[in-house]
């Protein structure tokens, strides 16, 4: 099987769909990529590649095809730039770039921006292979949930294309239990099924190797959170818990990443004096699994908002697999499959009082307590979420999709 991944982020940026790929390579399934100039997060198209042009690269044996894309700069115009450019230079290059080359099925990673699947649908029809998509966010709610765009006009015309999408594709992919009735919604008779995220397994094994050295990580009880730091995100409720905790000298927030309201957490911890909030910035992503279990407690949190109750942040995982006590300050799916694996404490969404709470009563807990908390979660990561189970899943679904594709013609 030769598999055509058509996905707007990809290695260098840290994203999931590389080990996905990866894995697939190693499994014999033939992999080739098509995506943009490496530019997220930071918005500035990465050292060793230009935004103009069209590149070639090999990555453990993958080949990579880069198209143009406009960088994202800091958001707002850039970043609608960014998603646009991307989609034109998919149509009308690569079908050049690709000219050559023969696809039995075409596999969409989505992310935000969801349209991207345009080209690939488009590219699908050139070479009569079937597209399937997998959903990470619920478009249009996404783009309304997180302010980047309220007019209902053009929110009623996203809707309408991703309308087209979902029915153009021959095989939905959802990462959340909770998407299968708004995507059903406006899928029509394209079939669904449930395929969840999962991490590196990396995660799930004891770090190896020297780790940099982060203030707050190791010291006392440690909070960590890892990730964008952006408005979905509600870090105001960190910012919140941190102030109502600030006089327990044992507890520390560290919160690893970047993103939009990085500057703005900064400013706040600085204007209320809150030494216990600790924000170093982003580390490289094979940090992150030994970050990870130094923490006392990994949280995860998410805004007020319908649309994330529908939501897993593929950072539950990550954090199942570490073995540490999970927080989660969320609403829906997410905070049920923390309760479900046993794993840690649930919280209302952007309840800082209760995240508040829920920390001290971590803190206080017996160590072995927290342990055994850390080692379900584990374990319902092993049962649930295993990266190499799940891509011989979507292998599965891949190879389903193929023989469909051969009984139809």
Known sequence: MKVL???????????????????????????????????YPGGKVFDGYRVSGCQQENWKGIEINRIPLLPRGRGGIRLALNYLSFIFSGLLLAPWVLRNKRFDVIFVYAPSPILQAIPAIFLGWLKGAPVVLWVQDLWPESLSATGHVRNRVILKLVEFVVRFIYRHVDLLLVQSHAFVAPVRSLAGETPIEYYPNSVDDSFAVPAKGELPTVKGLGEGFSVMFAGNIGSAQAVEVIVAAARLLKEQPDIHFVVLGEGSRWEWMRQQAQQLGLNNLHLPGRFPFETMPGFMQQASALLVTLADREIFKATIPSKVQAYLAAGRPILACLNGEGAELVTAAGAGLAVRAEDGSALAAAILQLYRMPPQEREAMGARGRLYYAQHFAHDMLVDQLIMHLRSVCEQKKRAE
Not at 7 to 28: C, H, M
């Open 5 to 39: 991944l058509f996905n707007q982020y990809f290695w260098p940026e840290s994203f999931r769909i590389n080990d996905v790929a990866r894995t697939l390579f190693d499994k014999g399934v033939g992999v080739d990529v098509l995506t943009g100039k490496p530019n």
